[in-house]
């Protein structure tokens, strides 16, 4: 399969419309109300946080979800409308109502997001007074704005698009994400709207979300805490015109591949970009006992505050992943236990390499670094993305609502 | 029962004698070897790491306490002899039968710790050259001394002890202890040497160390990691004249108490002296369904990264405290959900209250924090203290080994 990579964001598929504007909700007029539109009804498929104090409009879209279509999305940065009790579902459906009607859509196809601040009501009334320019504002090239009016610490927007042939068919797939903080697995705190053009049934849909997001979005970990309101959303509106996609069609491993492809890439970014970040850390796990011991092994190496901080002060201090993959609780094999660190192995095993701690600090010096683990346990393997821990993280999140 | 505060740390208890030398290990001629000694052979009992890649040291400890004899603990700091494969079980042998040999006995009755960088060949000519030293400075005050050779990135060293009454005879218990990274239950990455002159059978012994770590060390978390070397020991050589205190004696009731409130000064020791620490944080839950679920709400509040640079900041963003809670996977009544902070309500039957921000940024403005929680889903309870995280720590990890 060839998989292009082209500009236009979440609007790079066919029919789809966005828009960013600045509702007041954030300081300094910046962009926080985000709306994304598809000229047609689109099939919808999704995933939610499992965060048992979900935010109001994440009780809003598991509504939608489970029927399974939508038109639009609306969504606000500067405020989590998360713990705000009853007043709070009635400002998700206010809001979500608000903007069906200013589309002319039945309120059943409005998805709605909030993301910031939780435990403050919803102004509410800003984003009604917004809606009508976010409305006014959709056009194909709105996903940068979009992209920009979801971000709360993010320092930079998130946007991605690929191309691809479905049966001589092209077909687009596209999105917008945002992290940068409470990144964490089950799921990573963030937005991710995607849209597409393909046709495809929501089953089949459903199914390529679900394997997307595990191998992304659920793959990623800036600080272990996960979100009130986490979302990722798929918009497939059919315009591509290909004959829709369904279970054993070939067509469907390919948009799979391709769903997974950009959900990577966005969620990358989402590392990338973690707070105070400046090393992207892959920890690849093989030899493990099975797909989900792999995982397991390779959270907690990614979630320790000890290799973080390693990674931070280009410090070849390995001892402190052997101790992360032990405490992990993953089964492994400690006489055949391997490490190495930017393909310098360190222990093999079971035994410590001599190595140049020269060589070992330079590979730490890559803003890329890769930890490779064989546990000696099997033949699975899995990989998580994660970030450094520096000051800077301290000091964002010591000084968030204040 | 009246439990009084001693000075004498581990050296209290009648019979026990320690000393800390400077054997070459760290830099800067600082204290790095430790040895504590019982006059006589003591039941011995204790909890180790349950890291799968657990030191050598930890290795020759498990042996030992399954006999439940010891009369003496070896223990260095500035290397941990973890990850150091066959040469590391040579070297933790080697080292405890040096020290057995220079105090004449048995080497089964020699307990051996090491603490510090993981991965490197533990420097064992240094400890054999050091091992007379710390035997001729062995006193009865030699516990200060036994309290500095065990530090690694604290900042002070912790010892208490306590003295209380088992029918008419005076007991003691004291112990050091250490930190102050990688702490986190089950258990505390730490060491823990607690002596006490009470007379205690080897199954009453083992019961009342589960018990008090349970409610001590395994209740503090500073960074979520588990190390390769963490052992509480406890010797008790019965000088203290009393009957063998064994299950069913109103004694043991008593002792199990105070062994308790020793373990928890050290363990609150420990977490005050957290890596870069300004606050200790208490998270108190209570309403939850079982202590299990109680104990699981409150550790994921005390993990999480957002809350704890919450306290950092002094900023009364308390919405972080819920979606913790709501992500540790504890049963919880969302309607019901109730949450303070330094004794001022921010969330009640799942609304939030208006409070004065002030006053919060006061309440946070204590170097001790409370944060009490109310699941609504029963009547248990539970607590875990922890640290708030500050740039100190980025900047003491991130420059560990170089």
Redesign the interface.
């Given at each position: 399969m060839k998989l292009k990579s082209i500009p236009g964001g979440v609007t790079a598929a066919k029919g789809f419309r966005a828009s960013g504007v600045a509702a007041g909700i954030k300081v300094r007029g910046k962009r926080d109300l985000a709306l994304i539109y598809s000229q047609s009804p689109a099939v919808a498929a999704g995933m939610l946080t499992t965060?048992?104090?979900?935010a109001a409009p994440i009780r809003c879209c598991k509504t939608i979800f489970k029927r399974g279509k939508a038109q639009a999305i609306i969504a606000n940065s500067g405020n989590?409308n998360?713990?705000?009790?009853?007043q709070g579902m009635i400002d998700a459906q206010g809001m979500a109502q608000a903007a069906a009607k200013a589309l002319s859509l039945d309120p059943r196809m409005m998805l709605v997001a909030s993301t910031g601040?939780?435990?403050?009501?919803l102004p509410i009334r800003k984003i009604l007074e917004g809606i009508p320019s976010a409305v006014t504002h959709l056009n194909a090239h709105g996903s940068h704005a979009a992209a920009e009016a979801i971000m709360t610490t993010d320092l930079v927007p998130k946007e991605y698009a690929v191309e691809f042939s479905v049966e001589g068919a092209p077909v687009r797939i596209g999105g917008i994400a945002k992290g940068s903080?409470?990144i964490?697995p089950t799921m990573a705190t963030m937005f991710a709207f995607l849209t597409t053009d393909a046709a495809i049934t929501l089953p089949s849909l459903r199914v390529a979300v679900k394997q997307a997001v595990a191998h992304s979005f659920n793959s990623i970990t800036v600080?272990?805490?996960?979100?009130?309101n986490d979302i990722v959303a798929v918009l497939a509106n059919g315009r591509a015109g290909n004959k829709a996609l369904q279970a054993g069609d070939a067509g469907l491993g390919a948009f799979v591949r391709a769903l997974t492809h950009v959900c990577e890439h966005l969620a990358k970014m989402i590392v990338k970009d973690g707070e105070g970040a400046t090393h992207l850390i892959t920890v690849d796990v093989r030899g493990a006992h099975s797909a989900h011991e792999a995982r397991k092994a390779a959270r907690g190496v990614a979630?320790?505050?000890?290799v973080k901080?390693?990674v931070?002060?280009?410090?070849?201090?390995?001892?402190?992943v052997?101790?992360?993959?032990?405490?992990s609780?993953a089964h492994?094999n400690?006489g055949k236990?391997t490490i190495s660190l930017g393909g310098i192995t360190?222990?093999q095993h079971?035994?410590?390499v001599r190595f140049n701690p020269l060589h070992l600090k330079r590979v730490l010096d890559h803003p890329e670094t890769l930890i490779s683990i064989h546990l000696g346990a099997g033949a699975s393997q899995g990989h998580v993305w994660t970030c450094n821990?520096?000051?800077g993280?301290?000091?964002i999140?010591?000084?968030?609502?204040?």
């Open positions: 965060n048992q104090l979900a989590a998360a713990c705000t009790g009853i601040v939780i435990g403050r009501p903080g409470m964490h600080d272990g805490d996960m979100s009130t979630g320790s505050l000890l901080t390693m931070t002060g280009r410090d070849p201090n390995w001892g402190r052997a101790a992360a993959i032990g405490a609780g492994l400690p236990l360190v222990f079971g035994q410590p821990l520096t000051e993280y301290i000091h999140n010591a000084k968030y609502t204040t």
